[in-house]
């Protein structure tokens, strides 16, 4: 047998075949095994900002209630104290708004607005008669925005319970 019978058309033919399916054999399992990847990496990435959002949120709600709390009790905090409890407020809604901007491309668009409806919500609350009146529109808008939001997350991320 010659070295140009080995290395016949026949033979090239089969080791061409050959090159081809072990380069699909590797480059096809990279490929899923990168996608899958870059997908769970959105996704935790999804996760991680939803949790921030959330607690962001939950932290307004705490401080709303705690105020709620204190007007419908008729007891004033002192003068150290509110000015604490509002600027933990405006430091949380600071956090939220930047959130809110800094998450465009990860939030769904029920999320979004419900964001949306917050802050207009908090906006009309100011136009309240009395200030338990504005303190009960205020809770309510917070808790409303906080349960919508986690409805969302769950349905973004696919999460189910």
Do not use: C
Not at 83 to 96: F, K, N, S, V, Y
Not at 131 to 160: F, S
């Amino acid at each position: 047998m010659a070295w140009a019978e080995l290395f016949g058309p026949a033979m090239l033919g089969d080791l061409v075949v050959a090159l081809a399916a072990i380069g699909l054999g590797i480059w096809l399992p990279g490929l899923v095994a990168l996608r899958r990847l870059r997908s769970r990496q959105w996704w935790e990435k999804k996760a991680g900002f939803y949790q921030d959002l959330v607690a962001t949120l939950g932290r307004l709600k705490q401080i709303e209630d705690a105020a709620l709390q204190d007007e419908s009790e008729g007891g004033a905090q002192d003068a150290e104290a509110a000015m604490r409890t509002a600027w933990d407020h405006e430091e949380a809604r600071q956090r939220l708004r930047g959130l809110a901007n800094e998450g465009l491309v990860l939030m769904s668009p029920e999320i979004q607005e419900a964001i949306r409806r917050y802050f207009r919500g908090m906006d009309l609350a100011r136009g309240k008669d009395s200030a338990v009146e504005r303190q009960i529109e205020r809770a309510t808008v917070t808790n409303d925005a906080l349960v919508e939001v986690i409805a969302a997350a769950r349905k973004d991320l696919g999460v189910r319970g």
